[in-house]
């Protein structure tokens, strides 16, 4: 627009001094030869400017893919060789600083097979066309790079300098920071970790942050659920303050109970969602998840002796009057991380310490990570608490997207399993998916598990008994190659429905204390039915 606006006014200057000549009969007339050449020269220069692929606009509608118009010149034609590049930018021009998050790429016309536009046209046919690029990990809140670019073929050099390449759209991102149960009465605005990590949210760059506070009502056992509604309604009030056209993200941080709160808070969105909050990225992170309710398994351990008993009997009989809802990821999470620790009571000279209650039931589809502190020697509240490590070593980090936590996350899956039919399962297969809700069968005399880790870490598959999720032995261990990817075969296993979970260690924290992180990951149920043999892993489980 700029380049058009000086080229006109250029033309108009160089028509005020027209070049003047004399006719036989004495007659003035102007004469324009070298300004038409001028001018033909400057629409030359002028169409040169813009580029094969014009770029329209972009958006998203569910911040796992973004949709595109843009437009071909006829001159360029079918020939053309179309790519896209996805970038997350802390403004909206693009320059080597920005950060690729997909690209999507397609061959001319005769040198390959030419995906279509949403109208079913060749996506690099001359003319405007509009595409969806999906990205497989989304758009997850990013507070210091809060622009989303796409750029049409990001590998020329002009792409740094001609905005005709580049459309971007803003996102904006929400925090939300809810404590759990029985905290100080005398904290009428919620724990001191909640308010600092609040603080420490805005310092990173999210554009608003909710300290969730029912301390009033902490205290009064069943009183955590009904909380959901009034914080869902809290996050739609904030949410309302942003463009009505833009996609706004929301992450929500609960410890022990405030899982309780944040699950049933999402679950009241998704009633009433905006199409703000629908386009934006929901990020679910659970801090120690405690429901007060003595059938969620994982539950506490506790000192020896009367002291320990009587701790005991009084968190049994809070847990039996307050009887909560358990913590589960609901189906609406995009991502979803839990902190959790199992450590003895003894930590800290404690007499009772909570457990995190996992794996957490998850219905969203998607991968949750999980990260165990136990071995940081973290229990469940006070200054040694997960809340407090939360703070202090990741709260810090969001604005950038926590790169540590990024690079510890683990992935597997159980190679072999594959779905059968119900009716043509073995008896044993039968019994466990009546049982299980599952008809997953691992076929061949092994199992193999692979996935990806922290370039280098330590990688054990534990396998127990489905029916049994306390008992847990140690299949095998690997070590991730300088990729992160790491594949373990366990020896021949025992007919029986079999549970598995994989951890890691990476050696590149064992010099950084208070970081001693163990990436866990469940790897789900699987059958094994075949002939039993000689030292075979584990034992057969109950329910044959």
Not at 55 to 77: C, E, H, K, P
Not at 122 to 133: E, F, M, S
Not at 232 to 257: C, K, M, N, Y
Not at 387 to 410: C, E, H, K
Request: one cysteine or more; hydrophobic letters at 40%.
């Amino acid at each position: 627009m700029r380049t058009g606006r000086l080229l006109r006014s250029l033309l108009r200057l160089l028509r005020s001094y027209r070049c003047v000549r004399v006719t036989r009969r004495g007659r003035r007339s102007a004469s324009l030869p070298f300004l038409q050449v001028l001018e033909a020269r400057l629409v030359q220069s002028a169409s040169s400017l813009t580029p094969p692929v014009l770029m329209l606009s972009a958006t998203t509608t569910n911040s796992m893919s973004v949709t595109i118009d843009y437009q071909i010149n006829q001159t360029a034609g079918s020939s053309l060789p179309l790519q896209f590049g996805v970038y997350r930018s802390s403004d909206s021009q693009f320059d080597t600083g920005d950060r690729l998050v997909g690209t999507w790429t397609a061959s001319a016309q005769g040198q390959g097979i030419v995906p279509s536009d949403a109208s079913g046209l060749p996506a690099t046919a001359p003319g405007t066309h509009q595409l969806t690029i999906p990205l497989p990990g989304g758009l997850p809140p990013d507070p210091q790079k809060p622009y989303v670019l796409v750029v049409a073929d990001p590998s020329l050099s002009s792409a740094a300098t001609n905005p005709q390449q580049t459309v971007s759209f803003r996102t904006y991102v929400i925090g939300v920071v809810t404590h759990g149960a029985l905290v100080n009465p005398s904290w009428k605005h919620g724990p001191p970790w909640e308010l600092q990590t609040a603080t420490i949210l805005k310092q990173q760059g999210y554009d608003a942050v909710i300290p969730f506070n029912w301390a009033s009502q902490s205290s009064n056992p069943g009183h955590a659920a009904m909380q959901g509604p009034r914080l869902a309604r809290q996050i739609l009030a904030t949410a309302s303050q942003f463009p009505t056209s833009a996609p706004v993200d929301l992450q929500l941080i609960g410890h022990s109970e405030g899982a309780v709160v944040n699950t049933q808070a999402i679950v009241a969105l998704e009633k009433s969602i905006t199409p703000q909050l629908k386009a934006g990225f929901l990020e679910d992170t659970l801090l120690d998840p405690h429901a007060a309710n003595n059938n969620v398994p994982s539950q506490a351990s506790a000192a020896s002796g009367l002291i320990g008993a009587l701790a005991r009997v009084l968190v049994t009989s809070y847990q039996a009057r307050a009887n909560d809802p358990p913590v589960f990821i609901p189906a609406g999470v995009d991502a979803a991380q839990v902190f959790y620790q199992h450590s003895p009571a003894s930590s800290h000279q404690g007499i009772y310490n909570l457990w995190g209650q996992v794996p957490v039931p998850n219905l969203s589809g998607n991968t949750v990570a999980y990260y165990n502190l136990t071995a940081a020697e973290v229990i469940h509240a006070g200054d040694y608490g997960v809340s407090q490590w939360y703070r202090n070593f990741v709260a810090p980090t969001l604005g950038d997207q926590a790169p540590l936590i990024q690079m510890l996350q683990l992935r597997g899956q159980i190679d072999q399993a594959v779905v059968i039919p119900l009716a043509s399962a073995g008896a044993l297969a039968q019994r466990r998916a009546r049982a299980w809700g599952q008809v997953d069968a691992v076929q061949g005399p092994q199992t193999t598990f692979s996935g990806t880790a922290a370039p280098g870490s330590k990688v054990r598959v534990y396998l127990g008994p489905a029916a049994n999720p306390s008992e847990i032995t140690l299949a095998g261990q690997t070590t991730a190659d300088t990729a992160g990817a790491w594949t373990l075969t366990t020896r021949p296993l025992h007919d029986g429905c079999y549970r598995a979970v994989a951890m890691a260690f990476s050696r590149a924290l064992q010099t950084r204390p208070g970081l001693t992180i163990v990436p866990m990951v469940p790897l789900g149920r699987f059958t094994y039915e075949g002939e039993d043999p000689p030292h075979a892993l584990a034992p057969t489980d109950g329910g044959r």
